[in-house]
């Protein structure tokens, strides 16, 4: 770890600012708290097996935070650790602080060890003291490099067995787990782990990631997506009006998101676009790849019809996964290619089901080809390598140039494609994202001094005055269920997919035909940490909360 | 053209917060002026044959706006013309807006008549008349789409005639061109030709482009390149700080730029990147691709022996033109290929030059079978196509395979890569992109006042306060010099490359092998337009202008 000094003095001077900025505590957290709890919880599904499977953690009651007028817990100084796990996102640092400064100032004495690289520091029982010192240049600052990330496991009985060897030779009280569904999900095993064998050690997470598909009532939002989506909108805004000022380029834009949309719906809500495909829709209407691409193919040549050779489209990175005949498609080429050679003149088709063969047919010959060649190295097709925002381009491509043949497309389509994703997780958080994971830390903290394991830290009502947010925590089995994986039933966080009746699409699908045809293109530009856009909520939050009830 | 009210109502909030902004002028062009010349200027080079060429524009002295106590010019109301030529640089709509209320002011009754699409606009008699209500939905906002931008050039005398018929046709005293060097030279082009034509409409350039080589002593920058550095620099520091988080990613960024690599210059001054290509510095040293990827591997090895199997490499996307045996490749190959066909033994590498073949042999197979496959409808190879930042990543990942098999190599070495243009060129602009494209517009509306033609507005002391600002036109002829292109000799402006020996690759050159192996990251966050980061000049113009001697 680099000296504090030796950081500093490479910052930028929004950097040195933001270091400056003052994070709002909700009032609630701010003064002495009892818990006060509702009633037993079952689980997202399944809840017999989940009750099987966590026999100390199931049926928990939500805890929340309420003012109280003195404090009957205990400050015996506490031993706390804490992970980041998985993909970044902004915010981690201000979970850690939010974590540090509630021990600081309600339990003081308390120690608070970072894991190195994710859960394998667990593991190793690599960790580093995290210090007001060596906190300090992080504080409201992206990424998760004070202790960095990783995407370790704790699972099989020997990786229990080392966690439990670190926790017992560090003592600790507590154990904060920073991450997404999936690492939530191993919280809570480890929570249960933990308790069973008599450790003293609690486990809390918290809702981390840009994909925003880790929420529930409680849980209104992972930390992360509101930075993301800013940063992904500013962009998009960008090109959109470098798209009208030039006249002749679709922007094809994949945005990072895996399973879910909700990253390309809020960044749609954001900014306008002409065309934006949601997974979830696909899926639930069955859609063909032919009928993806006909949308788009519908819009393109009525845009021209209009004069309008130009526009953009949001494309979410997880699409491919949500038309199922190309999933189909690859199962029946990993088996064939693992058997039979490509020759060129497609006597191996021939061992393709007509539906599939059909479906390869369409696809556009550099499609075809990565198919074909890219291979992992068990001879598997590289699912995630196939650029779909290029597939699409390039089969409306093919049909225009038959429609232009024919004389009844008479525009241009020239494209350029884009994908964000990278770009938009270590941003400096956005002012919502820096007070939400500050509070989110705090309480971690306060679940922790109140002796609970097992939940999930959750900050609530926020399209309030930050002021006025509530705290408490949501048992994390309560949001679990039983997924086949890797041919084994699993306990499994349910991911929160896009709801077709949910007021974020509703809003949407509202106006989307009208963005396509016009232009009512909107550019967030980029996240403004003073001013009167520095404490805009996304647009998602204000929809699902019902402070909004439609987009203009 | 839409209708402002249905533009606004899908406007952000910083979309409306920055129409409200107030653009400071200098304070030499808020009162009366007059103008004084310095001495007769010659050209950047081959003085005869650009004096042979322009016979009434070469020669003409610097033109400098000077206070004085009243105006002795004519406030007859003017007619002038105004268009955007080639790509977009945010503050082109600032440009008109400068102009505009220039004419307001100084010259009441006047009209702006706003060209559409480019040039092709003023061949065709395409516009839009800019009035107060038009333009206002356009001020401090990113993008060319008041009238829109195009690439068409005004050169044959057919041209030249549709050009003469429509500025007579309008009776324009004078015409604005906001474009890059090309459009500038075209702007110098029409000056001589209206002149000699008879007509009385003058012509001033105003120099734009995002690639930051359009500029000279008086003309210390070209509008854009600020505002692109910095959205640039924005999502390059967020992948810096990604990339040391994960702990296991290259990021290999290509950047916008064209032929010169002032732009990957300045995001590298910004962001503190381990690994840096200028394009100028290959060309100088006449680097061979090998050489070129010898350096990357040399970083990639030093870091893993430094335990840090991450980073960030910078790459000018005209770094291709810049190493000699790809061109000369590309040209063998262009000649091979047009009567040879692709054996798969390699039969038709026989004739290659020994020299080409081994260049040939180096590259990755995916970028041999682009040069092979991918060609335009020509025949030629598509040069802008080719990938160098995934030449180079499978270059050295080639190598290091190698070294890891015998040992000498014990890191990993895992990639992403992205590409930065097109999200740079319409952002909003920075406020000294706003308050600079302003001025330069009132600029040019001082010197069409002055009866001027041939010059680009020049707005000078940038470094200081707005206020202080100086003004005045510098002869287009002074920046010109003959160039082959086509097969013909060309008056063209000399592109500004970057100056191994100036001040902002000396300051780079300084320090980037500390960079190189430590990790000095910084992030510059987004754009801001309030607050302590929020009038930051660039580090080019800063160490150009000897207001910075070092970067820390």
């Known amino acids: 770890m680099a000296p504090a000094n030796d950081i500093l003095s490479n910052y930028s001077t929004l950097q040195k600012a933001r270091l400056q900025y003052e994070t709002v505590l909700p009032a609630v957290l701010e003064r002495s708290f009892k818990i006060s709890y509702g009633g037993p919880t079952t689980s997202a599904a399944n809840s017999e097996d989940i009750a099987a499977l966590f026999k100390s953690m199931y049926g928990q009651p939500t805890a ?55 859960p394998g520091g667990i593991m190793k029982g690599k960790y580093a003291v995290i210090t007001a010192d060596f906190l300090y240049p992080y504080r409201n600052q992206g990424g998760f490099d004070i202790i960095r990330s990783g995407r370790d496991k704790i699972e099989s009985d020997e990786q229990m067995k080392m966690a439990k060897s670190t926790v017992e030779s560090l003592d600790l009280d507590g154990l904060v787990v920073i991450g997404g569904d999936d690492s939530n999900t191993n919280a809570c095993v480890l929570a249960e782990y933990f308790k069973n064998e008599g450790l003293k050690t609690r486990v809390i997470g918290c809702p981390k990631t ?30 959109m009006i470098d798209s009208k000022s030039a006249a002749k380029y679709y922007h094809f834009v994949r945005l990072m998101g895996r399973a879910a949309s909700h990253v390309t719906l809020e960044c749609a809500l954001q900014t ?45 990175e997880g699409l491919i996964d949500f038309v199922p005949e190309i999933s189909v498609l690859i199962a029946e080429l990993n088996d064939i290619l693992a058997k039979t050679t490509v020759d060129k003149e497609g006597e191996w088709k021939k061992d393709l089901t ?9 696809l556009p010959p550099t499609i075809q080809e990565q198919l074909l060649l890219e291979r992992d190295p068990h001879g598997n097709v590289q699912v995630s390598k196939i650029e779909m925002e290029k597939m699409l381009m390039e089969m409306v491509a093919a049909d225009l140039k038959v429609k232009k043949a024919e004389g009844t497309f008479k525009g241009s389509f020239n494209c350029q494609n884009h994908f964000f994703g990278y770009e938009g997780r270590c941003g400096l958080p956005s002012n919502f994202d820096a007070n939400y994971t500050y509070a989110l830390g705090y309480t971690a903290g306060a679940l ?20 006025e947010w509530t705290a408490g925590g949501t048992p994390l089995t309560s949001l679990m269920q039983v997924e086949r994986r890797k041919g084994k039933n699993k306990p499994v966080i349910r991911k929160a997919l896009v709801e077709l009746d949910g007021a974020p699409f509703t809003a949407f699908a509202a106006v989307r035909d009208d963005w396509a045809i016009n232009d009512r293109f909107r550019n967030p530009g980029p996240i403004q940490f003073e001013g009167p856009a520095a404490n805009e909520s996304n647009f998602t939050l204000l929809l699902e909360q019902g402070v909004l009830s439609a987009i203009n």
Do not use: W
Request: with cysteine.
């Open 64 to 118: 929340i935070v309420e003012p109280s007028e003195s404090s009957t817990l205990s400050s015996a100084p506490l031993k706390v650790g804490v992970v980041l796990s998985g993909g970044q996102a902004a915010g981690g640092h201000n979970v850690i602080a939010g974590i540090f400064d509630y021990l600081e100032k309600n339990v003081p004495g308390s120690t608070l060890y970072g894991f190195l690289g994710g």
């Open 448 to 467: 922790l001094q109140s002796g609970l394991t097992g939940y999930m830290a959750s900050v609530n009502n926020l399209t309030a005055p930050t002021k």
């Open 210 to 239: 840009i994909d925003g598909d880790l929420k529930s009532k409680e849980v209104p939002v992972s930390f992360g997506f509101d930075t993301a989506c800013k940063i992904f909108s500013e962009l998009i805004g960008n090109v």
């Open 354 to 362: 007509a539906a599939s063969r059909s479906v390869f047919d369409i």
């Open 272 to 316: 306008h676009p002409n065309i934006t495909l949601v997974g979830e829709e696909v899926a639930a209407k069955k859609m063909t790849l032919k009928e993806v691409k006909d949308y788009v193919l519908d819009v393109v040549v009525k845009r021209a019809a209009a004069g309008r050779n130009y526009g953009v489209v949001l494309i979410p």
